[in-house]
């Protein structure tokens, strides 16, 4: 591979262990190819507050509405978090770098915006937060984008 080959990398993170060294990974070879990374997290539709009409219908305790709220909130929080922090320890290393939360179906937000944004390498870990690592020699996420991707795909092993 050349330079030029690999500009724009696409890392889809949902803040696991695995996501992160994928994160790492990419890192280390955007430095290598000066390249420019992306991090993306789909979260479900439905889940941005207000509480969803979906748990309007599941439940209409004001109560348990709230605390579904708040912790829904916590965890884009906590997500930020993430993803700020994997932000800067690309631009430490003197990588451009940039967050996005998108929101709809995994696989379909992924592999659109790998497909509008012209990705050259998606760098994805082999396992995410459910881990079955010895059921599952990948997992549903990682295999689909390994499938279907308009690029190379790295699976990044723990
Ligand atoms: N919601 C998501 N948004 C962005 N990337 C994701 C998301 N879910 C999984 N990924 C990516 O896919 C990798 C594999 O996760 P996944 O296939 O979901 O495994 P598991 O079944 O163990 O959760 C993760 O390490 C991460 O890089
Ligand atoms: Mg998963």
Aim: aromatic share 6%.
């Amino acid at each position: 591979m050349t330079n030029e080959d690999i500009k724009k990398i696409l890392v889809p993170f949902d803040g696991s262990n695995y996501s992160k060294k994928a994160a790492k990974k990419a890192i280390s070879i955007a430095k290598k190819f000066d390249a420019r990374i992306s991090f993306i997290t789909v979260v479900p539709s439905g889940t941005n507050p207000p509480p969803s009409k979906i748990l309007g219908i599941l439940t209409n305790d004001k109560k348990v509405q709230k605390e579904f709220h708040k912790t829904v909130c916590a965890i884009r929080i906590d997500l930020k978090k993430s993803l700020t922090s994997i932000v800067n320890d690309s631009k430490k290393e003197n990588v451009a770098a940039e967050y996005k939360i998108l929101e709809g179906n995994t696989i379909e937000k992924i592999i659109e915006f790998s497909k509008k944004g012209k990705y050259d390498l998606i760098v994805i870990g082999s396992h995410g937060l459910t881990g079955l690592v010895k059921i599952q020699a990948l997992g549903s996420i990682a295999r689909a984008i390994s499938e279907i991707a308009p690029c190379p795909v790295l699976l990044v092993r723990n």
